[in-house]
């Protein structure tokens, strides 16, 4: 196999409260391939609510818009507006595990629905152009054995055309585990979501839950399409600086992290004039040096700093003196 791999090879998980605008635009300055997501937007919030749910920088492309909801009209809706708005996929979620969606009728609990959410994906599908996706569990609750999944996938992806899965590759306990916990004490299958691609070879099948590096990434990506890295990518995205050429194969040099953050400078500036807080931003960007000398003055400097009236890129000019001088050399 070569050092390169399909276009949608890697991407970075769709994490509430994390993933945000600002998050994405400064991962863009470390990758330029991978593929982002927004973080889980329910419908009724996108129909209903006040703000702009669906506002992002067009320096953010490739980027996925995950929807939470299982009405198959409102999610029509809302991906139409989505596909209007430039996004290049939509994807629903099936694996979120907290209360407050299961509520709401969406999120992990749609697994025992298998046939709802074929329904939720066909009305979409019918209604834009774009790659609709679903991001779904191994498992609920009791009902974690492989023809359980194997139904769920096959009833999706013949039902509602959905060619695209990722899997989180833990089952989900719907109650009695917070979500922290969810993502922690279920124990990860890899296995079963290699023998999930091998049995559906026509799907795509990508895999999420526990991926910690590139090299895990690569030895994923022998056995299916994709990989989706989580909170590795958020707490030490100076990893992503890497994807490009590792997985993507370009033929281009890392991109080195000093040159990201003063990349973000413009932007920056752009979102104080409309009134955000610096520090709204550059919470993203604490882990950036991690392993590097100097790394913890940077991020005590952000923390002490990016909260207060009037600050600035001189706040983050000064943390970078912290560490630049004494960065070694990337390969």
Request: proline share 5%.
């Amino acid at each position: 196999m070569s050092n390169s791999f399909s276009s949608q090879c890697f991407s970075i998980a769709p994490m509430l409260d994390w993933t945000d605008r600002y998050c994405r635009y400064f991962h863009r300055q470390l990758t330029g391939d991978t593929l982002l997501y927004t973080e889980m937007v329910t419908s009724g919030a996108i129909i209903h609510g006040k703000g702009d749910y669906l506002a992002y920088s067009e320096a953010e492309h490739p980027v996925a818009l995950q929807l939470g909801g299982s009405d198959p009209a409102a999610l029509a809706q809302c991906a139409k507006l989505a596909q209007a708005r430039g996004y290049d996929e939509i994807n629903l979620n099936v694996g979120c595990p907290s209360d407050r969606v299961q509520n709401g009728r969406f999120g992990a609990c749609l697994m025992g629905e298998a046939s709802l959410v074929a329904e939720c994906i066909d009305a979409m599908r019918q209604v834009v152009d774009i790659p609709v996706t679903v991001k779904t569990r191994i498992g609920i609750d009791e009902q974690d054995s492989y023809a359980f999944l194997v139904d769920f996938v096959s009833t999706v992806a013949q039902r509602g055309g959905c060619d695209t899965f990722i899997i989180h590759a833990r089952k989900a306990w719907l109650s009695g585990l917070s979500p922290k916990e969810n993502r922690e004490i279920p124990p990860l299958d890899y296995p079963r979501v290699y023998q999930l691609k091998r049995d559906f070879p026509q799907l795509t099948i990508a895999i999420n839950g526990g991926v910690k590096s590139l090299e895990e990434s690569k030895t994923h990506l022998q056995h299916l399409d994709g990989v989706m890295m989580g909170r590795e990518a958020y707490q030490n995205p100076g990893l992503l600086a890497q994807v490009d050429r590792e997985l993507f194969g370009r033929d281009t040099p890392a991109v080195d992290p000093v040159v990201a953050v003063r990349a973000m400078y413009p932007y920056i500036e752009a979102e104080l004039a409309k009134g955000t807080y610096l520090g709204h931003i550059t919470r993203h960007m604490l882990g950036l040096f991690q392993g590097i000398p100097g790394a913890r003055q940077w991020r005590r400097h952000l923390s002490e700093n990016a909260h207060k009236p009037g600050a600035g890129v001189r706040v983050l000019e000064a943390a970078l003196a912290l560490v630049a001088d004494k960065k070694p050399d990337r390969p």
